[in-house]
């Protein structure tokens, strides 16, 4: 009996059947029999589906698949580095830092962003339709990671911590933000940041920069990066499937840029900034004797803030076309003509060529008819019989004329540059503007004319085609104070790392000299120390510090005679120049002053050089008395 069971055991079925034989009918069995193989044979498939499925994502995807785990669980997160400092010449920071909390989004842990727009716009009050748009954008550029906001206020970062849960790929980094200890201050010379662009990215020169950085735009900012920049470090986290912080794995902390200290002043910084306050124009102090900028100032000015926080289209718009070029640092990139500051180029000139000497006597009479033309004398009475000494003093444009006559264009043209005008100074801050120096040559290729001798008159005394910048105009200054070096201008003192070894350090470089008689420059020197001693620079003059200096002004347009109570439109008012070094017998700072549109040199410029020269001396009681 038991081999019969066991025997109709191994048919399946037929041993179901025969054990509810009893119970029901035939046709019954049958159509169970049937049922159960159906059922088997889908199983049979379902387990063969599924069987083919793992082996594909164990053998085929397997590795892929790993990857796509690990990366869901463990994440790099940035840690971008502290920015290096700015400091003055006596360790005062001109450009510090500050922390920011920014909003950042992980992308790829964001299923829904219109409903993640929706619950950041209600917790900051913002516009969802706008997170949105960013979001969706950065996500169609193929961004990882985006930063929504910077500098968030603490309510704002309570908000966001408070509902993280809700806010998937949310997060916030600390990172640090510029700050500007004096508003405002050396704006042009230090520079400012602004966002990384594709075009600097792809240049190679931003190494392990990302999207989204800060970068130096403009100024020291920009020409030290390297050094400022730092290098960023990362936490490797463990987050879950919403992306949410588990904890962390390891860390690379980031390295803070090095600090860079420059050659400024603060000081003088300060009162530069001050003496040009409501007007335009630029101020350029350096030591003569190494070439070191002590002071650059250029108004009218602009916030740094406002780039650091992002400029709007219409706040760019506004700034880049306004009329008074606030963006322009009028230091190195304003050219205008000399005016009778020119007359230390002519003098030394004059003696070098031999066309007159220290007695050489020309009589003033105020005018100097030359062809169809009277050129006149700022004096309209003349200054008599002068010789060099009393034409420099008086600033006598009769006696310039007649040199200039007796020089010639391409001769007053040689001694232009080899003071260094007409050409790039050196000095590694952004493109400067190189001036102009004009000669017949320079005349046929850019008019196609040939050089007119009544336009060397002009040219004699600062007027006409040639063209400088303050910071070339301190350089003669310097040339005369220093004895016939040109050194090139330098602003950055050195580089030093976080922990405080020198890592650069910036020598003097003589980039060429002058090549002039040592007793030449004796006479100028003599004869610049009288302009403001007995002359048209006495408005420079200091009572316990010695100092030598030359007035300009620079005509803008011909004027006519003003008719009776008339007024001359402020864009047509001369440009005032000064320029200057002290103490005479020892140089140790020369100036160059200019003020747009500001009338007398002697009377506009000299007394701010005066207040320069003051707070350099620290003859503080001289300074406030301005």
């Known amino acids: 009996m038991w081999r019969s069971v066991q025997s109709e055991e191994s048919s399946g079925f037929k041993f179901l059947g025969d054990t509810f034989g009893g119970l029901m009918p035939p046709e019954e069995q049958e159509r169970v029999r049937r049922t159960f193989s159906a059922v088997a044979l889908i199983l049979l498939g379902l387990f063969g589906v ?16 790993q990857k796509r785990s690990e990366r869901n669980r463990i994440r790099l997160q940035d840690l971008p580095p502290w920015r290096g400092m700015i400091l003055d010449r006596q360790g005062q920071v001109l450009v510090g830092n500050r922390p920011s909390y920014d909003l950042m989004v992980v992308l790829e842990d964001v299923a829904d962003i219109p409903l993640l727009g929706r619950r950041l716009a209600a917790l900051m009050r913002l516009d969802a339709k706008a997170l949105t748009a960013q979001l969706e954008g950065a996500r169609a550029a193929g961004l990882h990671l985006v930063r929504l906001r910077s500098d968030l206020s603490f309510d704002d970062l309570a908000l966001v911590e408070t509902c993280r849960p809700e806010l998937p790929g949310v997060f916030i980094q600390v990172a640090s933000k510029r700050e500007y200890r004096q508003k405002g201050q050396a704006a042009h010379a230090l520079g400012y940041l602004g966002e990384i662009s594709d075009a600097q990215l792809k240049s190679g020169r931003f190494l392990g920069a990302k999207m989204g950085d800060y970068v130096g735009r403009c100024g020291v900012e920009s020409v030290w990066e390297t050094f400022l920049r730092g290098n960023r470090g990362f936490r490797r986290i463990e987050v879950d499937a919403y992306g949410r912080e588990l904890g962390q794995l390891d860390q690379v902390f980031p390295t803070p840029g090095a600090n860079v200290y420059l050659t400024l002043d603060q000081r003088l910084q300060q009162e530069a900034e001050a003496c040009l306050e409501g007007k335009a124009g630029a101020i350029v102090a350096l030591d003569p004797r190494n070439g070191k900028i002590l002071a650059m100032a250029s ?6 803030e406002a780039f650091e926080r992002g400029l709007t289209a219409q706040e760019w718009q506004k700034l880049s076309t306004h009329k008074d070029h606030p963006l322009v640092n009028r230091a190195l990139k304003g050219q205008y003509p000399p005016g009778s500051t020119f007359k230390i180029v002519m ?28 050129f006149h004398c700022w004096k309209k009475g003349g200054h008599g019989d002068v010789n060099l000494n009393r034409a420099l003093v008086q600033s006598c444009d009769i006696y310039f004329y007649t040199v200039g006559k007796r020089l010639g264009i391409d001769r007053i043209a040689k001694w232009s540059r080899r003071f260094g005008l007409g050409q790039s100074s050196g000095l590694k801050l952004d493109q400067e503007m190189p001036g102009l120096v004009a000669s017949t040559a320079w005349k046929k290729a850019r008019f196609k004319q040939p050089w007119r001798e009544g336009e060397t008159l002009s040219v004699a005394i600062g007027q006409g085609y040639n063209l400088a910048t303050p910071l070339q105009m ?9 004895g016939g070096f040109i050194f090139e201008p330098q602003m950055m003192e050195k580089v030093e790392s976080p922990a405080g070894e020198v890592l650069y350090k910036v020598k003097p470089v003589i980039k060429s000299r002058l090549g002039a008689e040592p007793a030449t420059l004796e006479l100028v020197q003599k004869a610049l120390h009288g302009v403001v001693s007995e002359g048209t620079g006495r408005n420079a003059k200091l009572p316990h510090v010695e100092v030598a200096g030359k007035t ?38 020369a100036v160059a002053v200019l003020v747009e ?26 300074a406030k008395s301005e």
């Open 299 to 304: 108004a009218p000015t602009y916030s740094q």
């Open 474 to 482: 301190a350089q003669v200054a310097a040339v005369i104070a220093n």
């Open 552 to 589: 300009g002004t620079s005509q803008i347009v011909g004027l006519e005679k003003e008719k009776a109570g008339g007024k001359t439109p402020a864009h047509f008012q001369n440009h005032a120049w000064f320029v200057a070094y002290a103490p005479v017998s020892d140089p140790k700072i």
């Open 347 to 374: 003098a030394v000139a004059g003696l070098e060529e031999k066309v007159i000497t220290p007695q050489t006597v020309i009589h003033c009479s105020g005018a100097l008819p030359f062809g169809n033309h009277v």
């Open 50 to 65: 599924l069987f083919l499925r793992l082996w594909f994502l164990q053998l085929v995807e397997g590795e892929e698949l």
């Open 597 to 622: 549109h500001g009338g007398g040199g002697g009377a506009v410029a000299a007394p701010l050089a005066r207040r320069i020269l003051a707070v350099a001396f620290q003859d503080q009681r001289v």
